[in-house]
């Protein structure tokens, strides 16, 4: 008898049920510049468009600055953002046509420099990207054309967050 139960523990294997994502993975993935978006996160996102709209409302309430959406009226890709005190520009390399400079100047020298840009987009993940030390007012990040920073704020109706 005692061997039929064994075998029946052995034949059963337990269920895996998923990690329920909520408020504290977003507020991980929003403040630690370390933390990418794990793969639950990204899969709980792209289901739950109220959890999308808490991380968004978690960036907007916790950025420095905030690009809005590129005007409608702009066509092709974004290659500039202009905010009262920052700018965003996207700059091809002269020296090697697979690369493009992100270049972030901010007006406001006495607020201290983002560490961590944002970019998201209806129904993707949103990226995080550390950024480099700020020079006068300055940062800027030599990247690939096709990476996904580069990729993300192309997109005119993606959003922007500098933390």
Known sequence: MFEALDMIDTAIEPVATPRRVGFSDLYTFAN???????????EALARDEA???DLIRLLDRTAIYRFPKVAAASSGPALRRDGDLYRITLRPSRAEPTQIYVIIELADLEMPPPALIYVCRSGRPCHKHQLPVAHDGTIQILADLGSPLVEALRDGQAEVYLR
């Open 51 to 53: 959890l999308e709209a």
């Open 32 to 42: 630690d510049p370390d933390r990418d978006m794990a793969p639950e996160l990204a």
